[in-house]
């Protein structure tokens, strides 16, 4: 079955940093990969997916299938992305069941 | 304007109580789901559905049960509530194609104490 694993719960940073939050996966075939970002007292909301390939607040992930990862970037981390982040993992076609990891709560020092 | 409804934000109730949270979306989406989402922690799929009249078990087994008579509404019912079923309850919903397929929209979820 295919498992998306997100190593870190907490990870801290000053603001003006770089920010990386590691997403892997496990799983054979081409699945669609996603960042999800729920802010303080918001609903969970897709921040990015893979096959857009865009910039979204300034974060960019990119697919590494030969290491099964899908790292979520950010040069210059910003106050208001403080946030759970959450990778999930669909495996596309007409099956659109969708795997979340366990989330990393990011936090930016001011 | 689209969007995906859940009622009541917050719930506290007995022990033994039959209990239905609501879940709507005017987004046109024909599949939807049901996550429960203990605080900090990973979201668990229990209850996901296709279509009208189609429903199935997520991968974290659940003892409530859902509906989908229509389209646009995914209730979900626990028939006797217990403290184990403390939690919150993320309703989403997807679309069947086009470029949007695959993105899951989510309620602002229905937060359960079972006292």
């Known amino acids: 079955a295919q498992r998306v694993t997100q190593p870190e719960k907490l990870l801290s940073v000053f603001k003006g940093a770089p920010v990386e939050l590691k997403c892997n996966y496990s799983?054979?075939?081409?699945?669609?990969l996603f960042w999800y970002v729920q802010y303080s007292r918001q609903r969970l909301q897709l921040l990015l997916r893979?096959?857009s390939r865009e910039s979204i607040k300034g974060f960019t992930a990119d697919l590494n299938k030969g290491e099964t990862s899908f790292h979520l970037k950010k040069p210059f981390a910003q106050e208001e992305d403080s946030a759970m982040y959450y990778c999930?993992?669909?495996?596309?076609?007409?099956?659109?069941?969708?795997?979340f990891g366990t989330g990393t709560k990011l936090q930016v020092i001011p | 304007e689209a969007d995906i409804y859940q009622t009541p934000r917050y719930l506290v109730i007995g022990t033994g109580k039959k209990i239905t949270l609501e879940c709507s979306q005017t987004?046109?989406?024909?599949?939807m789901y049901w996550y429960q989402q203990d605080p900090g922690m990973e979201l668990h799929l229990i209850h996901y559905s296709y279509g009208v009249n189609s429903t199935e078990k997520g991968d974290l087994s659940s003892e409530s049960t859902v509906s989908r008579i229509r389209t646009e509404h995914f209730p979900l019912t626990l028939e006797s509530a217990r403290p184990s079923h403390t939690s919150q309850y993320l309703c989403?919903?997807?679309?069947?194609?086009?470029?949007?397929?695959?993105?899951?929209?989510f309620g602002a979820g229905t937060r359960l104490s079972v006292l």
């Open positions: 799983y054979s075939g081409s699945p669609e």
């Open positions: 987004m046109g989406h024909d599949k």
């Open positions: 893979h096959i």
């Open positions: 999930a993992l669909s495996l596309g076609g007409g099956y659109q069941k969708v795997t």
């Open positions: 989403a919903s997807s679309a069947q194609s086009g470029t949007g397929k695959n993105i899951q929209y």
